[in-house]
């Protein structure tokens, strides 16, 4: 089984390597929004945030609409975020964060935090609200990830609304500033959950729908992002912050 794997994630960095080299000279101008949801292995990380603070202008997500009128010809900008917060960001991914000094968005379950400051949340520990007022402070962005980090496309709309209302009021309250990023737990939203989170003011909506965004058609309320997690190689991860990630979905049959 464990061959399987390992075979299956060299054959992923083939692809991407072959793809990633077909579409090099076709790697600018590229607009995208990452995602992790948590960071174990440091020196792996710090390999990866170089190579995006060498290709990419660092933009925090609620100002991109502005960063894309700004941006150059050419230009690569990337969004970095994180969802949930578990400990091992704080630990791992912000010292190097602030090292590098990049700025990302963090997206917090409010109702994750102080709760769950010593317990084990999926068998991990999660931040809790001082550390949030921490990462603010830093001047990271803190975006909204609802308060229980339910499915919104599964409970009653009420229960969204106050989701989506109560975890942006009590993020503000903590930190002191508004926040107009949002993101859908689980990538799971529909119209209707998209016009009430534009409804409660933030500005932006992100998914884990896997893309780059495109200029012309981009959807504030329906970004996609590009899941980084333990399995993604070398080449995988530049693969997936290039074109060659749409050619790689199209091969698939997801495009
Ligand atoms: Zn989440």
Redesign the pocket.
Known sequence: MKSLISLKRNLKEIIFGTLYLLCLPFNKGIQAIILY?SVNDKTKFLKQMFYLKRNFRFVLLKNLQKEIMKAKIKENLLCLTF??IEKSIYTNALPILEDLGLKATF?I?TNWLGKNINRPFRGRETINAKDVREIAFLGHEIGA?TMN?QKLTEIPLAETRKEIFQSKSYLENLIGSSVVSF?Y??GAFNKTISNLVKGAGFYYGVTIKESLLRDKEINWFELPRIGIDKTVGVIQFRGKVSPALELYEALRGRR
């Open positions: 949801h969802d949930d997206f379950a990830h980090h993101a737990p689980y």
